[in-house]
């Protein structure tokens, strides 16, 4: 099958909101849940903390704007679905020419989202896998920076860790952390995997933060790209595009194909890395055609 960079490149999306700005009464959070479907509501609103619920909240909103706008399916037509490790899928329906335009113009239309701190925020691929981490980096209130990253050791390889520990004061040792952090969990996420994978198996080199490449278990993944954006108001993002043999067996059954010649591949694999385009609630609702 023939896939064209020019119509790859309209499966590259990274969508991004601050929830800070947003704060609905609770008739018009209301109001934003009744556009998904019944079965999301518990999942929003079995949290306690307002805060948690519209992470929640703008986490599904996202998915469903966003495979609105490259698929065109109307809102109450869209099925997403999670693998048994909770990464979720969008269900294409066979009859459907959404699923046809899926198939041909994005052979492996998938998505991530990511929420920490002030921001909720979506990434998606139409060959690659993608994974999205945010993070906000927190100051630790009751311990110090020292003691709060030093539980985390055993997460990480011997270089990363001196690495971490060597980044300067400790705001530095803070955010080195959390940016070695981040790009883990981008690249499990991008697989598929739940929290039982081996994270210091996981090694990453960089030159600043610029040309990151990934080894796992000593070996380099070179058909694998990573990016790692500042966000503003302390928090970053990482992004993690890679090939789609190395999803989980669940997260494979998923994906339309799981094998590209080299040259179809390198099509997705370098795309452009698209920036973050802030939307606010409002803009992730459906219109009264599309519902």
Known sequence: ???????????????????????????????????LPQHEHSSITRFFQMEDRKRALV???????????????????IVIRRTAEGKPYLLCLERSQECDKLNLEFPNFNFNTSHHGDFVAI???????????????????????????Q??????????????????????????FY?????????????????????????FHHKNWENIVVKVDGKEL???RFWLLELGKDHMASIARGHPMYATSSYKTTLNRTQFNDEEYNLGLHLPNTSFIFRKVEDLFPSNENR
């Open 1 to 35: 099958m023939q896939v064209l960079e020019m119509d790859l490149e309209k499966g590259v999306h990274r969508w991004i909101v601050d929830i800070a700005e947003w704060n609905p009464s609770p008739n018009y959070f209301s109001f934003a849940m009744s556009f």
């Open 59 to 77: 986490s599904r909103l996202l998915q469903y704007a966003l495979i609105h706008q490259v698929l065109g399916i109307p809102y109450n037509e």
């Open 123 to 149: 990434a998606s691929e139409p060959i690659c896998l993608v994974g999205l981490d945010v993070v906000s980096q927190t100051i630790p209130e009751k311990e110090s920076v020292e003691e709060f990253i």
């Open 151 to 176: 539980s985390f050791s055993s997460y990480f390889s011997r270089l990363e860790w001196f690495n971490i520990i060597n980044a300067g004061s400790s705001r530095q040792i803070l955010s080195e």
């Open 179 to 203: 940016r070695y952090w981040s790009m883990k969990e981008a690249f499990v996420k991008a697989i598929g995997d739940g929290v039982g994978y081996k994270l210091d198996t996981i090694e």
């Open 222 to 224: 070179k058909d694998w």
